[in-house]
């Protein structure tokens, strides 16, 4: 990933703190919870101490010093405690897990959320770069290691981190020179921490690549089921799946296998350390107790656990600085460019391309070059040529879709870019050559969007002017019918039908219709040309036609080729001319075999 280098990890945990900032109470709370937890440890140890001395002599006071308490002998006093301190850990440990679980929680909601608007701002060119498996699996896996480093790793280091500053207290306090002696460890273990952590970022990122390629390949299979099993696609899909979900099973276990080889040897440290301390209590012992050498022995017990985790917090760190890495790259990427300022109630359509040539980001192929054409309101230009020719890329300019540099395109005299988009968007109804419907009711995927509040007979006429109302009629709940996602369950000429619905109600005075080339048959083709007609009464209308009927009454008729307009005129002048678009004309426009002949 071109992103690991991107930034300093300090850089990352930094940023990914300031989303933290908001749940700063509720993080304070668990901080305190876990010092409760932390404190408690040492008082265990020195517990002991009390138990071992009171085997010899349970009537001595617990503080012999304290009035109050010197009634109090060790026979009850030792039981007593133990189950204060357990109740004191307890309360500890709820504030600081429940705590944090809200600031984690509460954390991946806030990445999530800003990923998902994130999508909805990013141009079309970051679509046509990124899968969208992999932009899913950030916003659904990503997201969860991130609390590894931003919320986990940070109770560990507290939680832990603190019992081990208050175990070490308590060891200077009980012995300081044995317990400077066990000091003298510890950069032995920071050298082999460090070194692990890079290896476990590294390892980490390949495991969300990998996580992204499962995501993907099953979508992919699931969206694109019909075609698998029509042109036995199975083994195919079922090897690919295969990979990836290997490649996602060898990377996690790559990183197991550092992490299993890591932890011992940490392990196998601290014991070593362990083993020298005991050998220099037993020599030093001096005029120590017995209870006080337990304690200070059971103290040191429980240092290895603690440290261990600590140890292990930079994995965690690391795995969620690699996921915050993706996340931020993604937060980071430019939004659609929207400098424009120009904004109008209304406008009347006439629509001027002026000299305009395209080439598509980071690809050097010119998909339109030098086109000039003018629309007056009301008129309809038709747009035909062979597949490939740039019809629909010329569509998407006008919305803005992809950013022109060279030539023009205004709308009412004012260049596309200088509007704002959502204003610009507004004055366009399309309807693209791949028709897109949600997983709702019919009359909530004809008044989608902004169209969304309109009222139910706006609704029923766009339906009924789209030729649409005799098939939903017919649907079991009519308007109210689901249409499965993307309307798997109309064929291709209603779902096409409800789409134009969609334009009608929206109602603007520019209509880009990208005619899909689906065959269908006279019967739909014949509603479909029905529906396209009445859309077109009274708004400017740009219509790439693969059907003779639609485009034989355009005002004007551009034929393209390889990015040109190489001909223009109406129907007739064309016809007249016998070029192009009469070769094209005789072969049926829609035809490959039409194509070719250019
Ligand atoms: P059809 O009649 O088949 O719909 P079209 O005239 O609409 O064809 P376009 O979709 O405009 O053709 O494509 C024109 C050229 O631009 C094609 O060569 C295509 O490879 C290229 N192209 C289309 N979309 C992109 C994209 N997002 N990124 C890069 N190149 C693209
Ligand atoms: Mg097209």
Redesign the pocket.
């Given at each position: 990933m071109a992103s690991s280098a991107r930034q300093s990890s300090l850089k990352i945990y930094l940023r990914l703190l300031s989303y933290v900032k908001p749940y700063i109470g509720y993080f304070l709370v668990s901080i305190i919870g876990y010092v409760i937890f932390a404190s408690t440890q040492p008082m265990m140890a020195g517990i002991l101490k009390y138990f071992v001395d009171g085997l010899s002599n349970p009537d001595a006071a617990l503080f012999p010093g304290v009035d109050w308490l010197a009634e109090l002998p060790l026979l009850y006093a030792v039981p007593i405690l133990i189950v204060l301190i357990a109740a004191w850990q307890g309360v500890g440990s709820f504030l600081g897990n429940y705590f944090l679980a809200r600031v984690s929680l509460g954390l991946v909601h806030d990445l999530r959320v800003a990923l998902f608007n994130s999508l909805l701002t990013l141009p079309n060119r970051y679509y046509?770069s990124h899968n969208s498996g992999h932009l899913i699996s950030r916003i659904t896996f990503n997201v969860t290691m991130v609390t590894g480093a931003a919320t986990d790793a940070i109770k560990v280091v507290i939680r832990e981190g603190l019992t081990v500053v208050f175990l070490f207290a308590y060891l200077l306090w009980m012995n300081w020179k044995l317990t400077l002696v066990m000091l003298a460890i510890l950069p032995v273990i920071a050298v082999v921490v460090s070194s692990a952590g890079k290896k476990f970022r590294k390892q980490s990122k390949k495991i969300q690549v990998a996580m992204g390629d499962v995501t993907h390949v099953a979508s992919e299979t699931i969206q694109g089921y019909r075609v698998v099993r029509s042109f036995g696609g199975e083994p195919y899909e079922q090897a690919r799946f295969l990979r990836a979900s290997q490649g996602n099973t060898d990377k996690q276990l790559g990183m197991i296998k550092t992490s299993a080889i890591y932890t011992p040897t940490l392990q196998l440290l601290i014991y070593t350390a362990m083993a020298a301390l005991m050998f220099l209590v037993l020599l030093l012992r001096g005029d120590a107790s017995a209870g006080d050498l337990v304690a200070y022995i059971t103290a040191a017990g429980l240092l290895p656990k603690p440290i261990r985790q600590l140890s292990e917090v930079s994995a965690n760190i690391q795995k969620g600085l690699a996921a915050a890495d993706s996340i931020f790259e993604q937060l980071d990427e430019q939004t659609e460019t929207d400098r424009g300022s120009v904004e109008r109630e209304r406008v009347s359509g006439r629509l001027e391309v002026k000299n305009l040539s395209f080439v598509?980001p980071e690809?050097d192929?010119p998909?339109l070059q030098d086109i000039s054409f003018s629309v007056e309101p009301g008129q309809m230009v038709a747009l035909v040529?062979r597949?490939?020719?740039?019809?629909?890329?010329?569509a998407n300019l006008i919305p803005r879709f992809y950013h022109h540099s060279e030539g023009q395109i205004l709308l009412d005299g004012v260049e596309v870019e200088d509007y704002t988009l959502r204003n610009l968007r507004r004055h366009i109804a399309l309807v693209t050559?791949q028709v897109t419907l949600f997983n709702d009711s019919v009359a909530s995927n004809i008044a989608y969007g902004d169209l969304a509040g309109a009222p139910r007979e706006a609704v029923e006429r766009a339906a009924g002017d789209a030729y649409a109302r005799e098939f939903i009629d017919k649907l079991p709940q009519g308007f109210d019918t689901e249409v499965g996602e993307n309307g798997v369950l109309l064929s291709g000429g209603q779902r096409q039908r409800l789409a134009i619905a969609r334009a009608l109600l929206k109602d603007s005075p520019l209509l880009i219709l990208d005619e899909a080339?689906s065959a269908l048959d006279t019967e739909s083709e014949r509603h479909i040309q029905a529906a396209l007609d009445r859309v077109m009464q009274g708004r400017t209308t740009l219509v790439?036609a693969h059907r003779l009927s639609t485009i034989e009454k355009a005002d004007l008729i551009l034929v393209?080729d390889q990015g040109r307009i190489v001909e223009r005129g109406t129907h007739g002048e064309l016809l007249a001319q016998g070029g192009f678009y009469a070769r094209l004309h005789a072969m049926g426009l829609d035809e490959e075999g039409g194509a070719e002949i250019a």
């Open positions: 046509d598509y690809t192929k998909v040529g597949s490939g020719s740039g019809k629909s890329t010329l050559q080339t790439i393209m």
